[in-house]
């Protein structure tokens, strides 16, 4: 009877860490960098995404920007990167529409910019001054080690 309740346990924790690996390659699937242009007096930002999944196509859908951790909306531009396709293993570079109240560099360093795609995932952009923190900062340079070993990463 031990020897069952051992199997069915090992089986148990075996299938929480694929699950938790799963989770963790689908939020470090696609990354989003960006920067600054000028255009006039107005400034909008150029993108660039990444999709690392090996078998996924992600379609974009909106961009969110907002200040203070998400608690101030700027806007949103639901028309620049709308229905772009995101194929695995590329790289694409977008640019997007001018963004009303941000009119000086400074405040471009305070915006935070969110990719969200049309399944509701939602992939936070880094920019100019802006550091990756908390889990997110390890996941990504986890995801890169593991890219760059020998172990294949599932699609």
Not at 40 to 63: A, E, Q, W
């Amino acid at each position: 009877m031990h020897a069952i309740l051992g199997y069915i346990s090992a089986a148990g924790v075996l299938s929480v860490l694929a699950f938790a690996y799963r989770w963790f390659l689908l939020k470090t699937d696609v990354e989003v960098g960006y920067n600054w242009s000028l255009q006039g007096i107005n400034f909008y930002p150029n993108f660039d995404l990444r999709n690392r999944s090996g078998s996924k196509t992600y379609v974009l859908g909106n961009i969110a920007y907002t200040r203070n951790s998400g608690k101030e909306i700027v806007t949103f531009d639901n028309k620049s990167i709308w229905s772009h396709e995101l194929k695995p293993g590329t790289i694409v570079h977008l640019s997007a529409a001018t963004v009303p109240k941000v009119n000086s560099m400074a405040d471009c360093l305070t915006v935070e910019v969110t990719v969200r795609l049309q399944n509701g995932k939602e992939f936070k952009g880094q920019g100019p001054g802006q550091l990756r923190t908390g889990w997110l900062k390890y996941a990504y340079v986890l995801r890169q080690r593991i890219e760059k070993s020998s172990l294949p990463l599932p699609t």
